[in-house]
């Protein structure tokens, strides 16, 4: 089966095509046009601009999707949109040309929750089945124990720019939110605080640079031994972290950053001062993510975790998440998307897509057919369950 799928739900406008054959998702093409630079001088995504670039480039990507995956429209078995959540403004752009598609072709169209997409952008490409997973490199490191084999429950750490959320799955399409941030998302505030310290958008990419230079800095210094004692000037918080839930807050811990950076604003043009700002920024919200997903995991017991979302690709979380599954989950699978689906893209949506097809009877294929005029964008769309 063949899946064209379409995501603008912020400021990627991307269309990709899939391919699944016994279970297995292939991408044949993965195209994404990014706004980055437009948005950049404002600091953040301006959703009328956005609508705009996406109305420029929806045609071209779909038809160089189209052009790598070597398919005509008459090879495409299904169509797939995000539906939500997202820019409103954004958002209309995409499901209108997944609707037009859907009626000009003739073919079933689906719309996909966008954190849907993220969570099985860790299946794509997977060298076994999509109903089942793929290992990730550390458990193939150890020894295979039963439990190992399985998936289900599984437990999703959700973080990007706008959500932050620990999810239960016991099984595919079934989804229970254990907790979520209750102010600024992970990513929210990745941008923020990248922000006040004059540092390029998005900010999480520069952040990460920025405390990866300063650990490089730190290891050829006589003085690493002594950093710890050294960093008591950096009072950063860990939001909720004695809490007794799932939740998460990262707003503390924005206004801590913002009133540190006040004292010090006579540093604010040294770089190497700036650099370990990053750092303690970055080790702040990782610790906060790991120490909740731990709790998580002891509670629940899952046989999986993944990480998704934009964030997710920011390397500083997978290794902490990797060591925290070694040194106390060691029969819980630990999957990480490819670094290229970490981020907004259409084969995630394509994946999650080609799913819930799978999933579902011959009456609901065949109401795909004559769904589409009804299928609207939800900005605030929740994950559904099955």
């Known amino acids: 089966m063949h899946v064209l799928s379409i995501e603008t739900s912020c400021d990627e406008t991307a269309a990709a095509v899939i391919n699944l054959t016994d279970a297995q998702a292939t991408v044949l093409a993965n195209v994404v046009s990014s706004q980055a630079s437009l948005h950049a001088k404002w600091g953040g995504v301006v959703p009328q601009l956005a609508a705009r670039e996406h109305i420029r480039n929806i045609v071209p990507v779909?038809?160089?999707?189209?052009?790598?995956?070597?398919?005509?429209?008459?090879?495409?078995?299904?169509?797939?949109?995000?539906?939500?959540?997202?820019?409103?403004?954004?958002?209309?752009?995409?499901?209108?040309?997944?609707?037009?598609?859907?009626?000009?072709?003739?073919?079933?169209?689906?719309?996909?929750?966008?954190?849907?997409?993220?969570?099985?952008?860790?299946?794509?490409?997977?060298?076994?089945?999509?109903?089942?997973?793929?290992?990730?490199?550390?458990?193939?490191?150890?020894?295979?124990?039963?439990?190992?084999?399985?998936?289900?429950?599984?437990?999703?750490?959700?973080?990007?720019?706008?959500?932050?959320?620990?999810?239960?799955?016991?099984?595919?399409?079934?989804?229970?939110?254990?907790?979520?941030?209750?102010?600024?998302?992970?990513?929210?505030?990745?941008?923020?605080?990248?922000?006040?310290?004059?540092?390029?958008?998005?900010g999480g990419p520069e952040i990460a640079k920025r405390a990866d230079a300063f650990c490089k800095n730190i290891l050829q210094n006589s003085e690493a031994k002594n950093y710890k004692l050294k960093t008591k000037n950096f009072p950063f918080p860990r939001p909720m972290l004695q809490s007794n839930d799932f939740n998460f807050s990262f707003s503390g811990l924005k206004t801590a950053v913002l009133y540190f950076l006040k004292k010090h604003q006579t540093r604010m043009q040294d770089e190497k001062f700036i650099d370990e700002v990053c750092y303690e920024f970055q080790e702040a919200?990782?610790?906060?993510?790991?120490?909740?997903?731990?709790?998580?995991?002891?509670?629940?017991?899952?046989?999986?975790?993944?990480?998704?979302?934009?964030?997710?690709?920011?390397?500083?979380?997978?290794?902490?998440?990797r060591a925290l599954i070694n040194r106390d989950f060691p029969d819980t699978q630990f999957l990480t998307p490819e670094f290229s689906y970490s981020l907004d893209n259409a084969a995630m949506i394509g994946a999650a897509a080609a799913m819930r097809f799978e999933y579902m009877n011959e009456k609901q294929r065949e109401k795909l057919l004559s769904s589409a005029p009804v299928l609207d964008p939800n900005a605030n769309l929740p994950l559904s369950s099955i």
């Open 62 to 202: 779909i038809e160089e999707a189209l052009t790598r995956a070597n398919l005509k429209p008459q090879d495409i078995d299904l169509i797939a949109v995000t539906q939500g959540p997202g820019l409103m403004p954004a958002l209309l752009i995409g499901v209108s040309a997944g609707k037009t598609l859907a009626f000009v072709w003739k073919k079933p169209l689906i719309g996909i929750n966008h954190l849907e997409g993220h969570i099985y952008a860790n299946f794509l490409n997977s060298p076994t089945p999509l109903l089942k997973a793929r290992q990730s490199v550390l458990l193939e490191q150890r020894p295979r124990t039963e439990n190992s084999k399985k998936i289900f429950p599984l437990v999703a750490l959700i973080v990007s720019g706008g959500h932050t959320q620990l999810v239960l799955m016991r099984k595919h399409f079934s989804y229970t939110l254990l907790g979520e941030t209750q102010d600024d998302a992970a990513g929210e505030a990745f941008d923020k605080i990248a922000r006040l310290l004059n540092l390029a958008y998005p």
């Open 285 to 321: 919200i990782v610790d906060t993510l790991v120490s909740k997903t731990k709790r998580a995991l002891k509670f629940y017991k899952p046989h999986a975790l993944v990480i998704a979302g934009g964030v997710s690709a920011n390397v500083r979380l997978r290794e902490q998440m």
